[in-house]
Nanobody, 125 residues
Framework: VQLQACGGGLVQDGGSLKLSCAAS????????MAWFRQAPGKEREFVAG????????YYADSVQGRFTISRDNAKNTAFLQMNSLRPEDTAVYYC???????????????????WGQGTQVTVSS
């Protein structure tokens, strides 16, 4: 599956952004898909995701209550609505998908074989 992420930008502390991840080559609704982020000098970390075709979203504790992940199966696109953004949310955000992730490794970026190109999110204080 090929992934194309977009929607990043510069926003002030407390602002909002919505990221999109368009997929081609495979139906996203049947794949495990997730959003990750990587700040300078830090490891890539899990942000939010859906495990396989389930409807339950999973979130990192740091974004719970502020971010919302969703997917539009008809458009084969996933979204990440980010509200109440903080300077510490500044990072490059990536979408990822895989058909072979196991639940115990769902939050590990090494479990994913398909990645979007990343989109920069910068939150100014």
């Amino acid at each position: 599956v090929q992934l194309q992420a977009c929607g990043g930008g510069l926003v002030q502390d407390g602002g909002s952004l919505k990221l999109s991840c368009a997929a081609s080559g495979r139906t996203l609704s049947t794949s495990t898909m997730a959003w990750f982020r990587q700040a300078p000098g830090k490891e890539r970390e899990f942000v939010a995701g859906f495990f396989r075709s389930g409807y339950r979203p999973y979130y990192a504790d740091s974004v719970q209550g502020r971010f919302t992940i969703s997917r539009d199966n008809a458009k084969n696109t996933a979204f990440l609505q980010m509200n109440s953004l903080r300077p510490e949310d500044t990072a490059v955000y990536y979408c990822a998908a895989s058909s072979s992730v196991i639940l115990s490794a769902f939050r590990d970026p090494r479990s994913y074989h398909n990645w979007g190109q990343g989109t920069q999110v910068t939150v100014s204080s």
